[in-house]
């Protein structure tokens, strides 16, 4: 099955800078790659996501980058603000040809503090 | 803006008691999903359903069961509660299987 590896597993910048978080996946197959955002004590909200066909999406600071063939995908932060602390989950979706839909892998999660 | 509720939000339950879960949608979902989150460990799948009536185990099924009688619902079974599977529980929906709505999770202790 599916194996979504992702790092680091914590992270601390200085308010204004740039925040990376990295993910691998395993299954070639894996077609849609979500990003989420959880704050302290709420549910999980998607932020921004990407397909297989696009390399880079971006929205305003956000930013996610996928490399098909090496089978990694990141989110990048820009100018980061107090409220970008949270923990931030990569996934990744493969099909399942047997049953005709989709199965989500997540990765483990990064706790993201930004430093005033 | 898709809802999904979930019953309760704490939940204190002893050691060999039937524990359920409820979670339901506004959206006309066919997909839905419980997960239970763990410290380090991320979101890990227990059950899916994509269907009334269908189900699909997940990554860690044991000692768990789940009903969907009804579109809008999809509840989680504790069949007899273990203090391994006090944790916080986040249910999900979706429409194709793409892009997750979650609720805003049951914080279940076993003692």
């Known amino acids: 099955g599916e194996n979504v590896e992702q790092h680091p597993s914590t992270l601390s910048v200085q308010e204004g800078d740039s925040a990376v978080i990295k993910c691998t996946y395993s299954?070639?197959?894996?077609?849609?790659f979500p990003w989420y955002k959880q704050e302290l004590g709420k549910r999980p909200q998607l932020i921004i996501d990407?397909?297989?066909?696009?390399g880079e999406k971006k929205d305003q600071r956000i930013a996610v980058t996928l490399n098909k063939t090496a089978k990694h995908f990141s989110l990048h932060i820009t100018e980061t603000q107090p409220e970008d602390s949270a923990v931030y989950f990569c996934?990744?979706?493969?099909?399942?040809?047997?049953?005709?839909?989709?199965?989500?892998?997540f990765g483990t999660g990064t706790k993201l503090q930004v430093i005033p | 803006d898709v809802k999904v509720t979930q019953s309760s939000r704490y939940l204190v339950k002893r050691t060999g008691e039937k524990v359920f879960l409820e979670c339901v949608q506004d959206?006309?979902?066919?997909?839905m999903f419980w997960y239970r989150q763990d410290p380090g460990l991320g979101l890990r799948l227990i059950y899916f359903s994509y269907d009334v009536k269908m189900k699909e185990k997940g990554d860690i099924p044991e000692g768990y069961s789940v009903s969907r009688e009804k579109k809008e619902r999809f509840s989680l079974i504790l069949e007899s509660a273990s203090t391994n599977q006090t944790s916080m529980y986040l249910c999900?929906?979706?429409?194709?299987?793409?892009?997750?709505?979650f609720g805003s999770g049951t914080r279940l202790t076993v003692v």
């Open positions: 959206m006309d979902h066919e997909n």
């Open positions: 299954d070639s197959a894996s077609n849609y």
């Open positions: 990407i397909r297989s066909n696009v």
């Open positions: 996934a990744a979706t493969a099909p399942v040809r047997s049953g005709g839909y989709q199965k989500v892998t």
């Open positions: 999900a929906s979706s429409r194709t299987g793409y892009g997750y709505t």
